[in-house]
Each structure stands twice: as C-alpha cells, then as structure tokens.
C-alpha cells in the first residue's frame, strides 16, 4: 500500500529517494517523508499531502547524505498528517524506520513500551512501535536488533532501517505479504518496495522473499533467511521499459493505459497462441486426468479482478462445464468453502500482491486445493505462491483505476475457458478457432472504440455534473455495468450503481428519477428484448436512459433518450469492447470535475493490507 525507497553509496540520497518515490507514489500518497544519515547524523523530514509538498521541504543542500529512507503513505492507522507521515525515529532520534503493511499486535506493545520503558509517542499509528522496539534491543548491531524487534511484530510488513550508529547500511526485512525489491548498481544498493522505483538504475533486481531479511550497502545486497543464513539468489531481469511506467506524452497515466490496450491483449494473446491458433497452456500443469477430477472451480479476486471473475466464470461454464464459483477474497476464507483436493482455485490479481487475494489463495492451499493465478506483475507474491501462472502482458499498471489489467485478465480467462473445454472434450476445434478469431479481432475493435471517442466526450459534457448514474445489463453485460460503475466512482466520486436489469423491478427502481443518469447496456443480442423492457420501465419514470449497443444491432437506441455503439463484434467478445467505452467516459468525467485521475483520494494502487 505504502511506498518505500533506500538508497546506500556515496551520491545523493536525497535524489536518488525522491526519484524513487515519484515513481510509487501510485502506492499511497496522502503524506511522504525522507531520512538521511551522513557522519553518525540522523536527519528526517516529513510532510503530509503530495510528494510535491515534501519536495519543497528538502530544498537545501545541507539535507542530504550518502545513506537514507524515504516513504509516501497511504493511511491505515491515523489521520495523513506530518506526524503521522513516516519515517518513525526512536526517541533518541539515532534510529529511522519505513513501513509498509499492519502491526496487528502494536496496542500491546506500545503499552508494554510505555508502561515498562517510559517512551513518548508522537503519532497515532501502528508503524511507530517499530523505531522503539528496535530501539529497545540496539546494542551495536542493527541486524540483531531488527530480528529481535521484527520477531515480536505480529501482522504483514516490510520494513527498511537505518540507524546512525550503524551509518553505512540499510536493514529490511519482509513478513507476510509486503513486497520488497532490492538491487545494485553503480550508484549503490537500493531497495523499493516496487520496481519502477528501481529501473532508471538497473534491470536486474533482486526479489527480497518472505521471511528474509536484507543488507543494502554502496558494495552490495546480502539476503538472510529467517534463521540468519545467507541465501544464494539470482537476479530476476525485468524486461520491461522505463518508458512503459512514464506517461510518454499522455496527460495521465490511466489515459495512456487504456490507449494501451489493443498491444497489451496482442501482446497477451502473442504468448498463449500459436500462428496456427493452437492454444499453448500446457505449462500450467492442467491435465486432461486433474480436469476431469475438478469437481468445481472458485475464482477469487477483488475489485476489478473480480470483476474480471464474473465473466470467466461464464466463459469456463459454458466451455469447460465445470462448475465455477466466483469470490470476493476478502470474504472467500472467512466463510469455509468447500474445498478438497479436487478444488482448482483461480486467483487473479494485476499487481499479485494484494492481501486479500494472498491469503484467501494460501488458506485454499492449506485445504489442499491447487491454484492458478492470473497475475500481470512477474514475480510477485501471489505468483509466487501459487502452482501455475498465466501472466497477462499488460505490462506496468500505474494509474489507480484498473483498465488494461482488466482487458487482458478477460482475454486470458476466455484462453484459459477455452484450453479446459478442448482438454475436456466439451469444446470443439472450430468452436475454439470461432472464439479465438473473435479474441484475435478485440485489439482493433478497441481501436475503433479509441478513435471514435467524440461521442464520449459529447456524454460525458452532458452528463459530468450528475450526482446520480446506473449501469444496467444483461447476462454478459452485468459484469461490464459493474466494472463500468466501478471505474466511474474511483475517479469521479459520483455516486454511481450497476444492476443486473432484472433485479431493478425488486427493489432498485424505488431510485428511479428524471434525475437519474441511466446507462443501458445491450449488447447481449438474445437479451435485446429484455432490455428493451427495462428501458421502458425507466423512461416511464423519466430518468435520462442512453442505451449502448452494436453498431448493428441499434433496435434499443430507439426507446433510449440517446444511443451509443460499440463496433459489431459477438456477445462473448462485446465485454472486451464495450468497457473501454466506460473506460473513457469515466475518464473524461473525471477530466470535467477536475479529479486527481491517476491518483483517486482515499485509494491506492497495491492494497497490502487486509
Ligand atoms: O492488484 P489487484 O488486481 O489484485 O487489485 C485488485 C483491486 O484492488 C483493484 O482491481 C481495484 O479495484 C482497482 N482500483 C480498480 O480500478
């Protein structure tokens, strides 16, 4: 959730943290903060709001050093205020610590601190306990106190300390989940808690795993697992482009995303599909005998995700015929799903770290399921942690809301639906080569929908100011109105619902108003008629009802106050197409109520905390 940077050498740290920072402030950004240690000196500035704000601060030369910390928060416990902005100095002021994730345990021990050690907290958050622990067991070793604070931490964190006593290095550490990168390069060692912080400096990167502990210096990064011994680890070679995590032109990242759409689903589809259209997944370990046992699938996600689960759950249903169950992961282990060792549990996740998603899929392992994951960062947690997975090119996701993580996550649960149904005899070769022509198809029908955007913005020009929006659809289409609404709250913070249309009449149509905004998706053609009912039923009570359907199939636009068309393309592939659609609007929207796009209040990129 939070963002960390460290740097040892012997440039500056200052702008070595502060470029780091830039590039996570996706992470969290309510408040940011730097600590600097040079000749057995400890420094720390702090400031809430935006980086930018910091970057006032620290404006003399005289703070910097060769040796420092940085971090940009997004809160959990406390207000975002200086106080509250890390990093965290011991009482006296010799120890600085940066943290990412929850203490869970940190009532206890703050009371045990004050009670027993008479220390004075500054803050109200959890994180602070951590400078005193450390504190409480330095002698004249940071690693060994580390280890003796970290061992009393209960909850998920990494961590990185420096220490002016100890002026040469940074110690870090990582428990349950935060993920944490380190590397060297000729400037010095570094370590982030993701890798665009890392990449104007190196490729190659170390992945700091759980339960290990670190050494950055200007020489290197040492790796010691949990009992102290030292790991051989080779270095995992990013190979993707600092341009691909800058905004190259664009006004905000999540607009360039969505641009990048059509390359990242060919990029997704280059790698599972062979010239010949054979569906290349056999490294995911499913065979025909395992499928043929599966009694039933649960697919688990949150947010977006999830959203993306809904669809696949239809697709591997309709090609497969297994059972698919879709859960949200937060709720998913706390509600005992029936799982035995004929479970297969797709978890899918763009950053692979997200708490939720970690835990539900360990808790479905401990009960003897076997998980796939469809991950879009390489190498992360939940890949990690997981059995097989398929990796959606979609390369670095750095706007807060969700767009080409999604379009590829659709493609590859459709591969995925497809791989099974061939595997399981449910599908045959020419229904396969009808979808996969269809997925071959999404990349330039996206690009109609990005070059036709007139009619977005006209809507969006009409429509910005209104307090109350709907998305409603049909089979297929209830997935995109949700993910739709989604999209459009987390920008804009309009107050905005999707609704399978069905449901409207028991309950939901009490909202119904002249000022309600009303989105009716029909792009389920055996739907059309049903549809048609529904938009009846909310021009009677005369909300504004704008209806988006296929180019050829227009029938809803006439009942409709306003239409909008998504080029022509089959029911199952509409969804790829069609969300780009609300992808824009939302973003346009958002532009006319003048929103931070790409970094939404209150959110944040990689949810690591539970
Ligand atoms: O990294 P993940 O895909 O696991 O993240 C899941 C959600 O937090 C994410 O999709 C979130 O809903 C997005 N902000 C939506 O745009």
Redesign the pocket.
């Known amino acids: 959730m939070c963002g960390i940077v460290g740097y040892a050498g012997e440039g500056s740290a200052k702008a070595m943290i502060v470029s780091g920072l830039r590039s996570l402030e996706y992470r969290g950004y309510d408040s940011s903060g730097i600590a600097i240690v040079k000749r057995g000196r400890l420094t720390v500035r702090k400031e809430s709001g935006k980086l930018k704000a910091l970057e006032a601060r620290i404006t003399d030369p005289d703070f910097d050093g060769p040796v420092g910390i940085g971090h940009t928060r997004w809160a959990t416990h406390g207000a975002p205020t200086r106080e509250n902005a890390h990093p965290h100095v011991s009482a006296d002021g010799r120890i600085a610590i940066v943290h990412n994730g929850i203490i869970e345990n940190y009532m206890d021990i703050k009371a045990e601190l004050i009670r027993d050690h008479g220390v004075e907290f500054v803050s109200e958050t959890d994180s602070e306990v951590i400078a005193h622990l450390i504190r409480l067991y330095f002698e004249d070793d940071l690693v060994l106190a580390v280890r003796k604070a970290a061992d009393r931490l209960h909850g998920s964190y990494a961590l990185a300390v420096v220490c002016a006593d100890d002026p040469d290095r940074i110690v870090a550490i990582r428990r349950n989940a935060a993920p944490l990168i380190a590397a060297h390069c000729e400037e010095g060692g570094l370590i982030a808690s993701d890798i665009p912080a890392l990449l104007p400096y190196t490729r190659d990167v170390y992945i700091v795993e759980d339960g290990e502990l670190a050494i950055v210096t200007k020489q290197g990064v040492e790796l010691y697992d949990e009992d102290g011994t030292r790991m051989k680890r080779t270095r995992t070679h990013i190979d993707w482009d600092i341009a691909a995590a800058e905004k190259v032109g664009y006004d905000h990242f999540m607009q360039k995303e969505i641009y990048e759409q059509p390359a990242a689903i060919r990029e997704t589809l280059a790698r599972r599909l062979s010239k010949d259209g054979r569906i290349l997944l056999d490294d995911l370990g499913l065979t025909k005998e395992e499928l043929g046992q599966t009694d039933r699938i649960y697919i688990v996600?949150?947010?977006?995700?999830?959203h993306a689960g809904l669809l696949g759950k239809t697709m591997i249903e309709r090609y497969a015929k297994i059972p698919v169950e879709v859960d949200r992961?937060s709720e998913f282990r706390y509600r005992e799903p029936l799982i035995t060792d004929q479970t297969l549990v797709i978890c899918?996740?763009?950053?692979?770290?997200?708490t939720?998603?970690l835990e539900a899929l360990r808790d479905a392992k401990r009960r003897g399921a076997r998980v796939l994951s469809v991950v879009?960062?390489v190498g992360s947690s939940?890949a990690r942690a997981s059995d097989h997975v398929f990796y959606t090119w979609a390369g670095p996701e750095i706007a807060?809301?969700?767009?080409k993580?999604?379009t590829t996550?659709l493609v590859s649960l459709y591969l995925i639906a497809l791989y099974m149904g061939l595997m399981c005899k449910t599908t045959t070769k020419d229904e396969a080569a009808v979808l996969i022509e269809g997925l071959r198809g999404t990349p330039a029908l996206i690009q109609e929908v990005l070059d036709g955007q007139d009619k977005i913005v006209e809507l969006a020009k009409q429509h910005y100011k209104k307090e109350k929006i709907f998305f409603a659809g049909r089979g297929m289409d209830v997935a995109t109105a949700e993910e739709a609404s989604?999209?459009l709250k987390?920008i804009t913070y309009i107050n905005s619902f999707a609704i399978a249309a069905g449901e409207l009449k028991h309950g939901t149509i009490a909202l119904i108003t002249k000022d309600v905004f009303f989105f009716a998706l029909a792009t389920q053609t055996k739907l059309y008629d049903k549809m048609l009912s529904n938009v009846k039923e909310m021009k009677a009570r005369q909300a504004q009802v704008v209806a988006l359907c296929k180019v050829s199939d227009p029938r809803l636009s006439e009942a409709a106050d306003d239409a909008a068309f998504i080029p022509d393309c089959s029911d199952e592939i509409a969804p790829v197409v069609a969300i780009v659609f609300f992808q824009l609007f939302a973003y346009h929207v958002a532009r006319l109520r003048g929103r931070e796009i790409d970094q939404p209040r209150n959110?944040a990129?990689?949810?690591t905390v539970e």
């Open positions: 996600a949150c947010g977006t995700a999830y992961s899918i996740s763009q950053s692979g770290e997200t939720d998603t879009n960062v939940i807060v809301a969700s767009t993580a999604y996550q989604l999209k987390e959110l990129k990689s949810v």
